[in-house]
Antibody, heavy 125, light 107 residues
């Protein structure tokens, strides 16, 4: 069974930094893309960043590129999100999720089939 | 960015009702369209991927259809455990974007 568990959320002041971690199990981690998705209070879901098996990355440009860095350690089955220059609007529940992978016809592999419970980041003075 | 617009934003329905949620994309997304169910305090759950493929373990009362810019999620007979918020999600072009959500409440 697949498990995804996030940690590292905290209260931090504007301009501060924070590192989120995600540990995954139950699948061959090195073969799958992983993503961070966030949900601000009372709002919907927002994709933040993705990391590919070879370490390649993609970011939501307007919101986080240049401030957030996603990375992975395939030897430890972990994904990290290093966040700096945090803003009040970064306050959210941050979810780590696994790509479905497999058959990409029709885009099927580009969905998120296993999610954690999330870790809460609050940016406030 | 591709904007995803769901309708309605909320609805009230009874157990056994047929429920339809629509998702419209501002640009063509082929069939790179997914549906998630999200309950308060829980992890989002993948229901439908590639517009119409049922994720493993998801009941067959959930059905997805559409392609291009218009998509539909249908619940054929609403069950108590289906009361939740539903999101569409396009993975055709970065940045990925989600609809604003449709909250399904008990009438």
């Amino acid at each position: 069974e697949v498990h995804v568990v996030e940690s590292g959320g905290d209260l931090v002041q504007p301009g501060g930094s924070l590192r989120l971690s995600c540990v995954a199990s139950g699948f061959t981690f090195a073969n799958f893309r992983m993503a961070w998705v966030r949900q601000a209070p009372g709002k919907g879901l927002e994709w933040v960043a993705s990391v590919f098996p070879n370490g390649g990355t993609a970011y939501k440009e307007d919101s986080v590129e240049g401030r957030f860095t996603i990375s992975r350690d395939n030897s430890k089955n972990t994904v990290s999100l290093q966040m700096s220059s945090l803003r009040v609007e970064d306050t959210a529940l941050y979810y780590c999720a696994k790509y479905l992978g497999g058959d990409c016809s029709g885009g099927g592999c580009y969905s998120l089939d296993s999610w954690g419970q999330g870790t809460l980041v609050t940016v406030s003075s | 960015d591709i904007q995803m617009t769901q309708s309605p934003s909320s609805l009230s329905a009874s157990v056994g009702d047929r429920v339809t949620i629509t998702c419209r994309a501002s640009q063509m997304t082929s069939t790179y369209l997914n549906w998630y169910q999200h309950k308060p305090g829980g992890a989002p759950r993948l229901l439908i991927y590639a517009a119409s493929r049922l994720q493993s373990g998801v009941p067959s009362r959930f059905r997805g259809s559409g392609s291009g810019t218009e998509f539909t999620l249908t619940i054929s007979s609403l069950q108590l455990e289906d009361f939740a918020t539903y999101y569409c999600h396009q993975s055709y072009r970065d940045p990925w974007t989600f609809g604003q959500g449709t909250k399904v409440e008990i009438k």
